[in-house]
């Protein structure tokens, strides 16, 4: 080694984190359907059972979509138009956790993948603005759409102003009534919210009849969002997570997080954690790398954190559910609680769902990943630590990837092992901080 090279091999191994030049930034998602072992399941038909044809979907969502939905494809590219707003914030940093290892006392070294950064602060504008993109293109003027806590609805209300298309939105009454503040987010990005179930759709009418006083949830929002799309020609309805192009757009995270382990002059890591609700933001970091596990190149060990509350892989079952309660989406080959399941009100409303992406869930039953259930005071106490000695306020939702990581962080203190832990960290906490104090006093129930 010249002296050079081992000034330069220190210093990757002591930097605290590393940004790749905007022009590195992925210039194609990843589809992990052309490397599967097995193909997954098709959709289906929600009257006829058979499964969904392109046509089908065309109701519902813009041919670009549908077709990225149906691909089978391994890359495919980002358009220039979504690839100059992807430049506002990507590429995301990847940092060393150092002041967390020492915290810990753990021998292990971590790293965590940050997509707080974005513009409304969590990793849905990766799929939020190619969705309003495709739909642009293809004519569309208006969006529906659910959202839970906030962030998806934040983020196609962003991505709709900027490519000028209308954005109506159905959040879970829930956290309308107790989190104002993204609501008051969405309004900032010019869209319209009203809380769900409401009474201004015929789904949101009979769902209000059928659970009188219902606190509302992601199924039942995105039944009537999906039920005003399906009623103008110039609409369409768009969903957060779960489904394939989804996933697929969210791909951005994994391979930058690739391409920075070698600025760190380290190998991929043992071990991956990400939270999981519909799934987006796991398969996102996580498929790139299930990749690199396929072709031989890596062992990691892949671990979804779902929440206690709404444990669909490790307590649901596999086959076909509705992706919203009123049974009008198309059916999908899924770990799920069953459509009608209503999770307690976890702070983490972008976990409270009750089925996982049909990608994820056939990883999952391949073993091509693991998951874990946590609840949601061990991942406010994982939220807090890693707060105080980082300096980063996480997301409800992301505090679960960090429990999971740190269950094995401190085993690997236990048995005096070094492995390399990364942790996906999809969005920032500042509209959490309610959450964290309810934590802090002792009052949050443990569920
Ligand atoms: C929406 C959301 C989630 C959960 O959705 P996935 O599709 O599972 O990623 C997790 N973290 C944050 C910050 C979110 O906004």
């Not at 962003?158 to 104002?180: D, H, M, W």
């Not at 309004?187 to 769900?196: I, K, L, M, N, W």
């Not at 396929?294 to 992706?323: K, N």
Request: glycine share 8%; hydrophobic share 40%.
């Amino acid at each position: 080694m010249t002296e050079n090279s081992a000034a330069s091999a220190r210093h990757a191994s002591e930097r605290t984190k590393v940004f790749l030049d905007e022009s590195e930034i992925p210039t194609h998602w990843y589809n992990i359907v052309a490397d599967l072992p097995t193909p997954p399941a098709p959709h289906l038909h929600p009257g006829t059972r058979e499964p969904m044809t392109a046509d089908d979907m065309a109701a519902l969502f813009a041919p670009g979509l549908i077709e990225q939905e149906l691909s089978t494809e391994r890359w495919i590219e980002i358009p220039e138009a979504v690839q100059e707003i992807y430049r506002l914030w990507r590429p995301s940093p990847l940092h060393r956790a150092r002041r967390l290892e020492e915290a810990l006392g753990t021998t292990a070294r971590m790293y965590y993948k940050y997509e707080g950064e974005s513009p409304v602060g969590s990793h849905k504008t990766n799929s939020a603005v190619p969705q309003v993109y495709f739909n642009k293109n293809a004519g569309r003027t208006r969006l529906t759409t659910e959202t839970g806590a906030g962030q998806w609805g934040a983020a196609l209300a962003f991505a709709s102003q900027v490519f000028g298309l209308t954005c109506e939105i159905f959040q879970v009454r829930n956290t309308y009534e107790n989190k104002p503040y993204r609501s008051l987010l969405m309004r900032t990005f010019g869209a319209q919210v009203q809380p769900s179930p409401s009474m201004n759709t015929a789904a949101g009418r009979d769902l209000n009849a059928r659970f009188p006083g219902t606190s509302g949830s992601l199924g039942m929002a995105i039944s009537e969002a999906v039920e005003l799309a399906l009623q103008d020609p110039n609409a369409s309805y768009a969903l957060g997570s779960v489904l394939n192009h989804v996933a697929l757009h969210q791909t951005v995270i994994g391979q930058e997080a690739i391409r920075q382990f070698a600025g760190f002059g380290e190998s991929l890591p043992d071990h991956l954690f990400a939270c999981a609700g519909g799934g987006s933001n796991l398969a996102g970091i996580a498929f790139p790398f299930i990749r690199e596990n396929l072709e031989g190149r890596a062992h990691v060990d892949v671990v979804a954190c779902e929440p206690a509350a709404a444990p669909s892989m490790t307590q649901g079952e596999f086959r076909y559910d509705f992706g919203d309660v009123s049974g009008t989406t198309p059916l999908m080959k899924m770990y799920t609680l069953g459509n009608e399941f209503v999770p307690d009100p976890v702070h983490a409303g972008g976990l409270r769902y009750h089925g996982m992406a049909p990608l994820v869930s056939h990883c999952y039953h391949e073993g091509l990943v693991r998951a874990v259930a946590i609840k949601q005071r061990e991942a406010f106490e994982a939220g807090v630590l890693f707060a105080r000695a980082e300096g980063i306020v996480r997301a409800s939702e992301s505090t679960h990837a960090i429990a999971g990581a740190l269950r094995q962080a401190r085993a690997a203190a236990e048995d005096g092992t070094s492995p390399v832990i990364l942790i996906g960290v999809s969005g920032s906490g500042q509209l959490d901080l309610p959450a964290y104090a309810e934590f802090l006093s002792g009052d949050m129930l443990d569920t």
